[in-house]
T-cell receptor, first 111, second 110 residues
């Protein structure tokens, strides 16, 4: 079946260090979305990328969608303790309304 | 603006008891609705989704069921809970692609 692999599963950084999580799909995606789930909370939508090679920025967060629309990355510059949480990527394949979810990358930040 | 409600926030139920979790959405019409389950420290497992009243698609065979009696109401039910039904149950709505989640219900089956 269609799968989205996400690496790493866990990442522990010192505050101020950069962080990147990668997402790879077994199938071409029509879009890629990123969500953040704080400990004890629910996933919150961050951003959606639709175009091949698209790059979007939100303050210290940079999101990329690969040329083949099968991979994506989220990069956080100079992490802060408020960045702690699990970051999920998810995408739609074709016109399917179901999202294919990665298993998430849990980020811990040492102050 | 749109809001999504889920209740209860936490629930402890004995094995074999019934379950009913309710999700309601405000501020939008004809949304797609989803039920997910998340085991501790794990990813999201899609259980059911609905594109309209009375239209339910089941993703994983299990002892759970879902119903959508009204446009903005989505209910997750079980007649007899199993230990393995414990988890964090999340309801989400979407008009297009991005999904917006409710606060979730933490269910512990003892």
């Amino acid at each position: 079946g269609q799968q989205v692999m996400q690496i790493p599963q866990y990442q522990h950084v010192q505050e101020g260090e950069d962080f990147t999580t990668y997402c790879n799909s077994s199938t071409t995606l029509s879009n890629i979305q990123w969500y953040k789930q704080r400990p004890g909370g629910h996933p919150v939508f961050l951003i959606q990328l639709v175009k091949s090679g698209e790059v979007k920025k939100q303050k210290r967060l940079t999101f990329q969608f690969g040329e083949a629309k099968k991979n994506s990355s989220l990069h956080i510059t100079a992490t802060q303790t408020t960045d702690v949480g699990t970051y999920f990527c998810a995408g739609n394949a074709g016109n399917n309304r179901k999202l294919i979810w990665g298993l998430g990358t849990s980020l811990a930040v040492n102050p | 603006s749109q809001t999504i409600h889920q209740w209860p926030a936490t629930l402890v139920q004995p094995v074999g008891s019934p379950l009913s979790l309710e999700c309601t959405v405000e501020g939008t019409s004809n949304p797609n609705l989803y039920w997910y389950r998340q085991a501790a420290g794990r990813g999201l497992q899609l259980l059911f989704y609905s594109v309209g009243i009375g239209q339910i698609s089941s993703e994983v065979p299990q002892n759970l069921s879902a119903s959508r009696p009204q446009d903005r109401q989505f209910i997750l039910s079980s007649k007899k809970l199993l230990l393995s039904d414990s988890g964090f149950y999340l309801c989400a709505w979407a008009l297009y692609n991005e999904q917006f989640f409710g606060p979730g219900t933490r269910l512990t089956v003892l």
